[in-house]
């Protein structure tokens, strides 16, 4: 049995606005598994899909579907206040935009990447393949958005190490 649009819809608003006043993005993954948990036991959202497909599937359907969907938007539609946070004009032209790593490509020639801290080594590469592809002497920036793996001192001092040695310009941590 499919599920129908709306009820589908529904759950996944309901869900949405519950993640953004929970800083979603900014949790640790530890935090996340405990809502997971209780989202799939709930009867507003792991009891109505239950309906539509094994209850066992719920939690991963929650994860893995509407929640990744989440991460991805909400990621995307950070890239303005990246630019603030690394002091970026946001008016200035976006050549292009880059996804997994979410970045983008200025007009001057930059490159920006940001994402979660879990994905710093990722975030470092990226950044530094799409500079070295534009073969640009810009800098490019990386904004790691803490979740919990580069909080002490030493692991900070390890990706600012990277992105030195890989010639990545900044490296600025969104908390």
């Given at each position: 049995?499919?599920?129908?649009?709306?009820?589908?819809?529904?759950?996944?608003?309901?869900?949405?606005?519950?993640?953004?006043?929970?800083?979603?993005?900014?949790?640790?993954?530890?935090?996340?598994?405990?809502?997971?948990?209780?989202?799939?036991?709930?009867?507003?959202?792991?009891?109505?899909?239950?309906?539509?497909?094994?209850?066992?599937?719920?939690?991963?359907?929650?994860?893995?579907?509407?929640?990744?969907?989440?991460?991805?938007?909400?990621?995307?539609?950070?890239?303005?206040?990246?630019?603030?946070?690394?002091?970026?004009?946001?008016?200035?032209?976006?050549?292009?935009?880059?996804?997994?790593?979410?970045?983008?490509?200025?007009?001057?020639?930059?490159?920006?990447?940001?994402?979660?801290?879990?994905?710093?080594?990722?975030?470092?590469?990226?950044?530094?393949?799409?500079?070295?592809?534009?073969?640009?002497?810009a800098s490019s920036s990386v904004?790691?958005?803490e979740t919990g793996k580069t909080l002490d001192t030493g692991?900070?001092?390890?990706?600012?190490?990277?992105?030195?040695?890989?010639?990545?310009?900044?490296?600025?941590?969104?908390?």
């Open positions: 049995m499919s599920m129908p649009e709306d009820i589908r819809r529904g759950i996944k608003e309901a869900l949405w606005e519950k993640l953004d006043q929970l800083s979603w993005l900014t949790m640790s993954d530890a935090d996340h598994s405990t809502y997971y948990e209780q989202w799939a036991k709930s009867p507003d959202i792991g009891g109505k899909l239950g309906h539509f497909m094994d209850p066992r599937a719920v939690r991963v359907y929650i994860k893995d579907t509407l929640v990744k969907d989440y991460a991805r938007e909400r990621l995307l539609e950070s890239g303005d206040q990246v630019l603030r946070v690394l002091n970026i004009d946001p008016d200035i032209a976006v050549e292009r935009k880059f996804i997994k790593p979410h970045g983008m490509r200025l007009s001057d020639g930059r490159v920006v990447c940001w994402g979660k801290s879990r994905d710093w080594k990722h975030l470092l590469m990226a950044a530094f393949e799409r500079q070295w592809a534009t073969k640009s002497s904004v790691i958005i692991a900070r001092d390890l990706v600012r190490e990277a992105a030195a040695r890989l010639g990545v310009g900044s490296v600025v941590w969104w908390e």
